[in-house]
Structure formats: structure tokens, C-alpha cells
């Protein structure tokens, strides 16, 4: 009997300590009639996935490291489940996660979580109080606009429910995109484009694991500009972009306090830098490479 719900998540050479987490807490799920596809992209060293004897968990090999669309792709296509539910090596589920992803996908097609950031430094703490990774201390719907009738326009591939059918009718994550990070853009986009409607499910709970130094958040800051430039390239509109980003670090500086308003207004302020600067590098490696 085919599993209700196939959880897919994309692996290169994990953090054996992260990877064990997010296997705990598939574990500890109230729902339970799930399978594990972890996809690994072509890692040199397989020691990272040393769990118990667990028939709903397979390890499926890519012969040669193609990015984490094609892995998610991979895993999507072998899943034994019409329902699908991505998720990333560097997280954590809450316990009712599946259940509400199980639950939503009997009524509609693609849905998206709530991804929160575990904090524990305080680096980690002025990071996250810009939304992200995922939705930061501010959560998903303090950095993606959800409407009134709970509805967004985006979704992150670390908290994903959808139909296999829906997934594979858009095309599914696009495999050309260079970055790990935007093809989630692009599917979401496609996906309210082709006139389908993404439903927020707070209670579908990620947490994402924190940027705990400097150095990690500017380089993390340099490839998100540098995928913000094929999402430009591969969006005829990014539908008010701008005008979500301010209202995204408004919403930063008021969860930030006395304590932390003036670190986070910093960050901010070279996180724009290094974002234009990731998109202008981008542009010239393209154009020497003779990329259109």
C-alpha cells in the first residue's frame, strides 16, 4: 500500500548532526503514513546517513551533482505518494507538520508552511530579525504578504506541500537554475500565473537552523543577488518586489527592539549591498560566459 504523503528532501554532503535532527523529528510526527526520499546530489562521502533500520526511509543517488532542483525533481518522481511534502537537510519539523500538510492536501493543490528560524547566538537573533532563512524570528507571513483570506504568493521549498499531479503539470523545479536558492521563486510565480492559488498553513511548522556568523550571512547575501538575477531573467515581473522588501524590513525593525534595531538596520543596509552586488557580479559572469 502506497504511503499518504511522500516527504522529499535534497542532500549534499549533510551536517550528520542536522541531518539526524530533521530524522528525529520525522520521527516524533503525529502522523506517521509518510516515506523519506532523501536525494542525494552525488556527495564523495554517503557516512552522513547512518540511520536505523527504517523501511519508509530510501536513499536515492544521483550519479553526479546537479543542484537541488534536480534533486528535488528525482525525489518527486520516484515518490510512491500522489502527495508531496519538501522539506531541506538543515531543518527541523514541528510535531503536527505532516498531519496539517496530509490534512490540506485533500482539499486543494499547493501549500505553503510557516518556516521559522532556531535561533541560539546573537548574531543568529539580528539575522534572523531580517525573515530569513525562511521566515527569520518574524515568520512566514511577516515577510510574504498572506491575504485575508489566508492566500500568498510565494512558498519556500523547505516547507512545501503539493499534488504530485500539480507539481509535475508546472514543470516542476526548474533544474537549469545555477543557485541553491530562487527556483522556488520561479515555481510559486508560474504557479499564480497558470492560476493557481497557494493556500498559508501556519500550522505546517518549519524551523529553519540559524546564519551564526558574519562571514556566512555575506556570502549567503551575494548568492541571494546573485539568484535575484535569473529570477529577473526568468520573471517577466517580480510583482512588486521592492515594495515587499520595504514592508518585510519595516516589519524587521519593529520586532527588533532598542536592542537589536540598530544591528538589524545595518544589516539591512548591507544586505542590500551585497544583494546588488551579487546581481551585478552575476550579470558580468553570465555576459563573459556569452550567456543572453
Known amino acids: 500500500m502506497k504511503?499518504?504523503?511522500?516527504?522529499?528532501?535534497?542532500?549534499?554532503?549533510?551536517?550528520?548532526?542536522?541531518?539526524?535532527?530533521?530524522?528525529?523529528?520525522?520521527?516524533?510526527?503525529?502522523?506517521?503514513?509518510?516515506?523519506?526520499?532523501?536525494?542525494d546530489d552525488g556527495s564523495p562521502d554517503l557516512s552522513a546517513y547512518d540511520f536505523p533500520e527504517d523501511a519508509r526511509v530510501r536513499l536515492i543517488r544521483q550519479e553526479k551533482n546537479a543542484g537541488p532542483a534536480a534533486a528535488r525533481n528525482r525525489g518527486a518522481a520516484e515518490a510512491r505518494s500522489d502527495h508531496l511534502f519538501f522539506t531541506d537537510t538543515d531543518c527541523e519539523l514541528a510535531g503536527g507538520t505532516l498531519a496539517a500538510a496530509s490534512a490540506a492536501l485533500q482539499k486543494d493543490d499547493i501549500f505553503s508552511g510557516n518556516t521559522r528560524t532556531a535561533v541560539k547566538t546573537r548574531i543568529g537573533r539580528a539575522i534572523a530579525l531580517l525573515g530569513f532563512p525562511g521566515g527569520g524570528i518574524l515568520g512566514f507571513d511577516r515577510v510574504w504578504r498572506v491575504d485575508k483570506d489566508g492566500y500568498t504568493r510565494s512558498f519556500s521549498s523547505c516547507n512545501l506541500a503539493v499534488t504530485r499531479e500539480r507539481f509535475f503539470a508546472l514543470g516542476g523545479f526548474d533544474e537549469s537554475f545555477p543557485l541553491p536558492g530562487g527556483e522556488d521563486t520561479v515555481l510559486a510565480a508560474q504557479a499564480c500565473a497558470a492560476g493557481f492559488r497557494i493556500r498559508y498553513v501556519p500550522e505546517m511548522l518549519v524551523y529553519h537552523v540559524e546564519k551564526s556568523t558574519l562571514g556566512s550571512f555575506f556570502r549567503w547575501q551575494l548568492i541571494r543577488g546573485r539568484g535575484n538575477w535569473h529570477i529577473k531573467k526568468r520573471l517577466p515581473s517580480v510583482g512588486g518586489y521592492l515594495r515587499l522588501r520595504v514592508w518585510t524590513f519595516s516589519n524587521s525593525l519593529k520586532a527588533a527592539g532598542i536592542l537589536y534595531a540598530v544591528p538589524v538596520l545595518l544589516l539591512i543596509v548591507i544586505s542590500v549591498v551585497l544583494q546588488v552586488t551579487g546581481m551585478i557580479l552575476e550579470k558580468r559572469r553570465m555576459k563573459k560566459d556569452g550567456s543572453p
Request: glycine residues 0%; proline residues 11%; charged residues 20%.
Open 3 to 39: 504511503p499518504r504523503l511522500s516527504v522529499v528532501v535534497p542532500s549534499y554532503l549533510p551536517d550528520p548532526v542536522l541531518l539526524r535532527k530533521l530524522y528525529d523529528s520525522l520521527q516524533a510526527q503525529d502522523f506517521t503514513d509518510f516515506e523519506l526520499l532523501i536525494v
